[in-house]
């Protein structure tokens, strides 16, 4: 496939992204030879005037931090789990030359859970409740889970959760942190918070082994909080397994060809060892 033919993953910071890695040795695997992937830094502010000046080279956008909910509101066309979960991670340019938001970090929390042996009826906690904590709700619907208890620092987030976990049909209860140890002995454990937060939780958790621990981190790994669950014997899937699922569905759409997973998650797993 020829043609010059252009992607971006946008947040701020940026320069730490692995997306670049991973993409590209897509491209590379899929004969794509006149595509190219790369990390532009802006800020939430600035993502709408890009994507404007943006011209008809480019297939897509990948977004992260802090810009999703900006991304979500540029559109032209949103899918349905965008629109409930109130954030996009992805924007894809239609051949008429509008933006399609979706947002792939549902799909491939539900794709590294299921592949962790997380099935319907699970009880779920969600710790945090910023914008990951949103597609984790969603995530939660979509494996079926019977409940799902967010914990937070502040009330007044869980309560801002609420009209997500409405719109996507799972039955949401909330917990203030201290509570957090408590609430973590359940089916499955998701960790949307900051580096450091959970650190203390660590050692209070009276771990479960049939319990499956989601970490959004990836860097330093193990956290201490997937350090003990896998001493307690738990399943633990990190930030850097969403990070290829996501991309495995941003690429699928920018490109409209089945992604070479494997090829994929080796560059991914190469540029972490070094």
């Known amino acids: 496939m020829t043609g010059r033919r252009r992607a971006a993953v946008l947040g701020k910071p940026i320069a730490h992204s692995l997306s670049p890695v991973i993409h590209n040795a897509g491209y590379a695997a899929a004969g794509l030879t006149g595509w190219s992937y790369t990390r532009i830094e802006c800020a939430a502010s600035e993502l709408p005037g890009l994507v404007a000046g943006l011209g008809p080279e480019w297939a897509g956008l990948s977004v992260t931090m802090p810009g999703k909910e900006a991304a979500l509101a540029v559109a032209d066309a949103a899918s349905p789990v965008a629109t409930a979960v109130g954030a996009a991670n992805t924007l894809v340019r239609r051949p008429d030359g509008s933006w399609y938001a979706d947002n792939t970090d549902v799909a491939g929390m539900v794709e590294v859970l299921t592949g962790a042996g997380v099935r319907p009826g699970a009880s779920v906690t969600v710790l945090g409740a910023g914008g990951t904590a949103r597609a984790a709700l969603a995530a939660a619907a979509g494996l079926g889970a019977r409940e799902v208890t967010v914990v937070a620092r502040r009330p007044e987030?869980?309560?801002?959760?609420?009209?997500?976990?409405?719109?996507?049909?799972?039955?949401?209860?909330?917990?203030?942190?201290?509570?957090?140890?408590?609430?973590?002995?359940?089916?499955?454990?998701?960790?949307?918070?900051?580096?450091?937060?959970?650190?203390?939780?660590?050692?209070?958790?009276?771990?479960?082994?049939?319990?499956?621990?989601?970490?959004?981190?990836?860097?330093?790994?193990?956290?201490?909080?997937?350090?003990?669950?896998?001493?307690?014997?738990?399943?633990?899937?990190?930030?850097l397994d969403l990070l290829l699922a996501q991309a495995l569905g941003q690429f699928e759409q920018f490109t409209g060809v089945a992604a070479p997973r494997e090829a994929m998650a080796a560059a991914l797993a190469a540029a972490r060892g070094r």
């Open 157 to 239: 987030a869980v309560e801002e959760l609420r009209p997500v976990a409405e719109a996507v049909g799972v039955p949401m209860t909330g917990a203030g942190w201290a509570e957090a140890a408590r609430h973590a002995v359940v089916d499955v454990v998701l960790s949307t918070v900051p580096k450091g937060v959970a650190d203390p939780t660590a050692a209070e958790v009276a771990w479960r082994a049939g319990t499956v621990l989601f970490d959004a981190l990836y860097d330093p790994w193990p956290t201490p909080l997937a350090a003990a669950a896998a001493a307690a014997g738990c399943r633990v899937v990190s930030g």
